[in-house]
């Protein structure tokens, strides 16, 4: 059934646990994000190639701000008062998984990333960074815990649209010779890293709203099939 807002936050997450727990299920985390994401990764490999080794890293960052825009548009700037549906979800779970794959290619491309041991190895250097990624979240999480969790799912669309702008600055500026290549290589490397952790806060939370409207769709198929007998 659709649903008249997607701010899901605490009590929603809860609930879906609660549903989830009954099934023996697990509610998705972010090692599910992360797989959810390298699986889109890896089928665009199988189907392209290395193709995304040719693209500049302006050309990465102007997709993440296409990215970013239409994330901002979708969550933040929408008519509260739309019923939202399965299929709106899980167009911005795709959005934001771009984002954090579109991520991960600038620091290949920049090579920004933690330094892998099969640098030639696209999935091997993917997973190289995805690991550093959870464990900057996990040392954060000594202060912050999982406060992400009760953050508006908005507010990571915002977060993300600032980082691009923010990146976007950094690029015209050490294009213009205002920046060393060692302070450029630091502040974009900061902004990319920032960008794929709130793209991974992002699938982790759609997917639970996912989670829900299945679960509950499945409630409502067994109510009227019930209903039949």
Not at 17 to 30: H, M, Y
Not at 77 to 85: A, C, E, P, T, V
Not at 135 to 154: C, H, T
Not at 167 to 190: M, P, S, W
Request: with cysteine; glycine share 8%; proline share 2%.
């Amino acid at each position: 059934q659709p649903i008249d807002d997607m701010e899901f936050t605490k009590k929603e997450f809860e609930r879906a646990k609660a549903k989830q727990a009954a099934k023996s299920e697990a509610p998705c985390d972010l090692q599910c994000a992360v797989s959810f994401c390298k699986d889109i990764f890896e089928k665009k490999c199988g189907l392209y190639g290395l193709s995304f080794s040719e693209m500049h890293l302006e050309t990465l960052t102007d997709q993440l701000f296409m990215k970013a825009t239409i994330l901002k548009r979708r969550l933040t700037d929408r008519n509260k008062s739309q019923r939202l549906g399965f299929a709106f979800f899980e167009g911005v779970r795709d959005e934001f998984a771009a984002v954090v794959n579109y991520g991960v290619i600038a620091l290949w491309q920049g090579g920004f990333g933690v330094q892998s041991l099969v640098p030639e190895a696209p999935i091997k250097f993917y997973m190289d960074q995805m690991n550093a990624a959870l464990s900057l979240i996990s040392d954060k999480g000594d202060e912050y815990g999982e406060l992400w969790r009760e953050q508006r799912i908005g507010t990571f669309a915002d977060m993300i649209y600032t980082k691009v702008r923010r990146l976007k600055g950094i690029e015209n500026q050490y294009r213009a010779g205002a920046l060393t290549k060692e302070d450029y290589h630091k502040f974009a490397g900061d902004q990319y890293k920032d960008m794929i952790n709130y793209g991974l806060f992002g699938v982790a939370r759609i997917s639970e709203i996912i989670d829900v409207l299945l679960l509950e769709m499945e409630e409502y198929e067994t109510d009227e099939e019930e209903g039949y007998e």
